[in-house]
């Protein structure tokens, strides 16, 4: 037994990936915190407007999932060249920004307009596109930071601007104003967590190395402008909008309460993917790189039979103790979801599930990573034909990833059995 812990111990994905997962399980603590405390402070119809506004800006902040993701996987295969090429990342990526900085201005213009399409209040409307750019700077910073292997650095200064996050809704629920105290707060958090990896990144990377500007910015421009990068955008894509599509729907075509009401519902399913989230992210990283093929499939299934129990602990415990987890995390006010937990629980393992086989094979460059994107139309079109009950959207979300998640089992299968299709 300690001859076979000792040898997983030894493997890289486990000795890396750690201290990365540790911090982020603390980081999902508190955002789950962030959210129960928001959810008691607002109440159903406040915060259903938070829920729809993190909806929105995940949804805007695809292309940002997108960079992140070929980052981390172009950074972390340079090897010693990874830093020196992370500095030309970050000098091109200065030079875009002041390049175009006239669209952040014209984006910030017209904010005006989004009330009326999206049904969110004047404040939520106001902050949302500060909020998307602050959302794109800092997952660039975290990329560098992922693919350059400085997981301690990155987790401390997340959890740092979290805990900023955080004094949000503590300062709502002691008295202080309410949903403009939050909106405040979530600023402050985005601003201070750029700060921080930017003065770590200029005193411990780029002081030490000099860039070579010309031939990393090729290679960088060739990177950013391939097939991966379609293949990838319309993947991410996909998994973003069957996380918060729903949501949005909602906010759109329910009352306020109904909003908040049904937000409870995706946050308790999606506790599941806050568990697994880190090991989906750092699993990337390393089923990434160019020295990690042997023994992928076994990290893969090893996973997926964690989540197995995660999944089942949590059926058990939302079946039978629904009561209680509602009036614990939220407040009596939204004890009208009790009785729907069993089916957040079943939504939330076949939404980790895809999220994590798919991510396994972005990392493989498989097109088997376009099965969610190929079926997703389908999953919009029935929102706005099953009827316009809350309980319909619930069950629409249940089959269809049950149905989405038998697709990827299917296809992780062939890939033991046969060569995986890939992009090249």
Same mark, same amino acid.
């Given at each position: 037994?300690?001859?076979?812990?000792?040898?997983?111990?030894?493997?890289?994905?486990?000795?890396?990936?750690?201290?990365?997962?540790?911090?982020?399980?603390?980081?999902?603590?508190?955002?789950?915190?962030?959210?129960?405390?928001?959810?008691?402070?607002?109440?159903?119809?406040?915060?259903?407007?938070?829920?729809?506004?993190?909806?929105?800006?995940?949804?805007?902040?695809?292309?940002?999932?997108?960079?992140?993701?070929?980052?981390?996987?172009?950074?972390?295969?340079?090897?010693?060249?990874?830093?020196?090429?992370?500095?030309?990342?970050?000098?091109?990526?200065?030079?875009?920004?002041?390049?175009?900085?006239?669209?952040?201005?014209?984006?910030?213009?017209?904010?005006?307009?989004?009330?009326?399409?999206?049904?969110?209040?004047?404040?939520?409307?106001?902050?949302?596109?500060?909020?998307?750019?602050?959302?794109?700077?800092?997952?660039?910073?975290?990329?560098?930071?992922?693919?350059?292997?400085?997981?301690?650095?990155?987790?401390?200064?997340?959890?740092?601007?979290?805990?900023?996050?955080?004094?949000?809704?503590?300062?709502?629920?002691?008295?202080?104003?309410?949903?403009?105290?939050?909106?405040?707060?979530?600023?402050?958090?985005?601003?201070?967590?750029?700060?921080?990896?930017?003065?770590?990144?200029?005193?411990?990377?780029?002081?030490?190395?000099?860039?070579?500007?010309?031939?990393?910015? +090729?290679?960088?421009?060739?990177?950013?402008?391939?097939?991966?990068?379609?293949?990838?955008?319309?993947?991410?894509?996909?998994?973003?909008?069957?996380?918060?599509?729903?949501?949005?729907?909602?906010?759109?075509?329910?009352?306020?309460?109904?909003?908040?009401?049904?937000?409870?519902?995706?946050?308790?399913?999606?506790?599941?993917?806050?568990?697994?989230?880190?090991?989906?992210?750092?699993?990337?990283?390393?089923?990434?790189?160019?020295?990690?093929?042997?023994?992928?499939?076994?990290?893969?299934?090893?996973?997926?039979?964690?989540?197995?129990?995660?999944?089942?602990?949590?059926?058990?415990?939302?079946?039978?103790?629904?009561?209680?987890?509602?009036?614990?995390?939220?407040?009596?006010?939204?004890?009208?979801?009790?009785?729907?937990?069993?089916?957040?629980?079943?939504?939330?393992?076949?939404?980790?599930?895809?999220?994590?086989?798919?991510?396994?094979?972005?990392? +493989?460059?498989?097109?088997?990573?376009?099965?969610?994107?190929?079926?997703?139309?389908?999953?919009?079109?029935?929102?706005?034909?099953?009827?316009?009950?809350?309980?319909?959207?619930?069950?629409?979300?249940?089959?269809?990833?049950?149905?989405?998640?038998?697709?990827?089992?299917?296809?992780?299968?062939?890939?033991?059995?046969?060569?995986?299709?890939?992009?090249?």
């Amino acid at each position: 037994m300690k001859k076979t812990l000792s040898k997983y111990w030894k493997n890289e994905f486990v000795q890396g990936g750690f201290v990365f997962t540790v911090f982020s399980f603390i980081s999902s603590f508190l955002n789950y915190l962030f959210n129960f405390f928001a959810a008691r402070a607002l109440g159903p119809a406040g915060f259903g407007e938070i829920t729809a506004l993190f909806s929105y800006i995940t949804i805007f902040s695809v292309p940002t999932i997108v960079m992140t993701l070929v980052v981390i996987q172009k950074v972390g295969s340079k090897g010693h060249e990874s830093e020196r090429f992370a500095l030309s990342l970050q000098t091109w990526f200065f030079a875009l920004v002041k390049r175009w900085w006239f669209l952040i201005i014209l984006s910030l213009i017209l904010s005006p307009i989004i009330p009326r399409v999206t049904n969110l209040s004047p404040i939520s409307s106001y902050t949302l596109i500060p909020l998307a750019i602050l959302t794109f700077i800092g997952a660039f910073y975290g990329a560098i930071f992922q693919g350059l292997r400085l997981f301690l650095s990155f987790s401390l200064i997340s959890i740092t601007a979290i805990v900023l996050k955080l004094l949000g809704p503590i300062f709502v629920l002691v008295g202080v104003d309410g949903l403009l105290t939050m909106v405040v707060f979530l600023v402050i958090s985005g601003v201070a967590g750029i700060l921080l990896l930017h003065t770590f990144m200029k005193k411990y990377v780029v002081s030490s190395i000099s860039p070579k500007k010309t031939a990393i910015q +090729k290679r960088l421009k060739d990177a950013l402008f391939n097939k991966q990068v379609i293949v990838t955008f319309f993947s991410v894509l996909a998994i973003t909008s069957f996380n918060n599509l729903d949501v949005i729907f909602v906010k759109k075509f329910f009352s306020a309460g109904s909003t908040g009401i049904y937000g409870s519902w995706s946050l308790m399913a999606k506790i599941i993917t806050y568990v697994v989230g880190p090991a989906v992210t750092v699993s990337y990283i390393f089923f990434s790189g160019k020295r990690r093929h042997e023994g992928s499939e076994k990290v893969l299934l090893l996973s997926l039979g964690a989540l197995f129990l995660v999944a089942l602990g949590s059926f058990i415990a939302y079946k039978y103790f629904p009561t209680l987890l509602i009036q614990m995390f939220f407040g009596k006010r939204f004890l009208s979801v009790s009785p729907y937990l069993p089916q957040a629980s079943i939504f939330g393992s076949l939404y980790s599930v895809i999220t994590f086989i798919n991510s396994y094979f972005l990392a +493989k460059k498989s097109n088997f990573s376009l099965l969610l994107p190929l079926t997703i139309p389908i999953y919009a079109t029935l929102l706005f034909l099953i009827p316009k009950e809350i309980s319909s959207i619930m069950t629409l979300n249940i089959y269809f990833s049950l149905c989405v998640a038998c697709l990827y089992l299917i296809a992780a299968s062939s890939r033991f059995l046969y060569n995986m299709p890939q992009w090249k």
